[in-house]
């Protein structure tokens, strides 16, 4: 398999964290979305990443799509996302919002960078939607103690959120205080001292 992208991203990210976790080779293409968007068209005509080129030459694209499929390459017991219920809504949940809030991350420094005139009222509706998912996600993390969100060990959300809050913390340096939520702060420096963290990372990068 081939994945596409910058590991900036934090969807790029999640996916090369599950593909490592799972043990599955892949080869990385660290190709921008703007200066690569010709090489990367052919696979992606969004020109989006994450895409993954799988080994009989098909392609998917998004990430929760992509890691879908990745679940699915190994035994239920591994997967990185509960099978039973209430755990499995749960994780997704928070899931769902840290995508959503990175989604959002990226929306602001896209406003701030590629605008001449900034919509201010587009930069404040951003920032209060990722700061009302920050409090929650503060919350949420706060109820449940321990090295990982749910369980004993790596799920998709530990991986979503720490990518996000990475992500958010570089590109947007001094805008959202982490240490202000000290259940996302610890939860943020225990997923980054993780080697397969240390090993799927990249400084964030400006698309020149």
Not at 96 to 109: E, I, Q, R
Not at 180 to 190: C, D, I, V
Request: charged share 25%.
């Amino acid at each position: 398999m081939i994945l596409i992208g910058q590991y900036d991203s934090p969807f790029v990210r999640r996916v090369g964290i599950a593909l490592e976790t799972y043990g599955l080779p892949f080869e990385h293409r660290p190709w921008s979305t703007f200066s690569d968007a010709d090489k990367l068209r052919p696979y992606n005509p969004l020109t989006r990443v994450p895409t993954l080129v799988l080994d009989d030459g098909d392609v998917l694209i998004e990430s929760h799509v992509i890691l879908d499929y990745l679940d699915g390459l190994v035994p239920a017991e591994k997967a990185m996302l509960p099978r039973r219920e209430p755990e499995r809504h749960r994780a997704l949940k928070v899931a769902a919002l840290a995508t959503g809030m990175a989604d959002k991350a990226v929306s602001l420094f896209y406003e701030y960078v590629l605008h001449k005139e900034r919509s201010e009222a587009w930069v404040a509706r951003c920032r209060t939607q990722i700061e009302s998912t920050l409090a929650v996600l503060e919350a949420d993390r706060a109820a449940h103690p321990g090295p990982y969100w749910h369980g004993d060990r790596l799920w998709h959300p530990d991986v979503a959120v720490a990518a996000a809050l990475r992500f958010m913390s570089e590109a947007h340096r001094g805008t959202f205080q982490l240490d202000r939520m000290p259940a996302l702060a610890a939860h943020a420096a225990g997923m980054e001292a993780l080697p397969v963290f240390r090993r799927i990372s990249q400084p964030f990068i400006p698309p020149a």
